[in-house]
């Protein structure tokens, strides 16, 4: 079973929370907040982005790199997906 499955519930839980963290700086920028609660609020917002996706990331190399997986083609495959995805987020 892919972990995104397994993990479904706590994923969408986090995926919701960014969800009302982005609509909850929509409506500061609407309101004319002040810049420093725009700023906090952005920064918090990256966090959560950032530890959904290695939540994410840590359950992908755990279920298709691990020592389990004996097809090496297919772990090397899996492996440059990967390496895309994060030179991709990391720009």
Known sequence: MAHTIKDKKALLIRARRIKGQAEALERALDQEVECNAILQQITAIRG??????????????????????????????????????MRSYMK
Do not use: F
């Not at 530890?51 to 297919?74: A, I, S």
């Open 48 to 85: 959560a982005i950032n530890g959904l996706m290695l939540e994410v990331l840590e359950g992908h190399m755990r279920d298709h790199l691990g020592p389990h997986v004996k097809n090496t083609n297919q772990r090397e495959e899996d492996l440059e997906q990967v390496l895309r995805v």
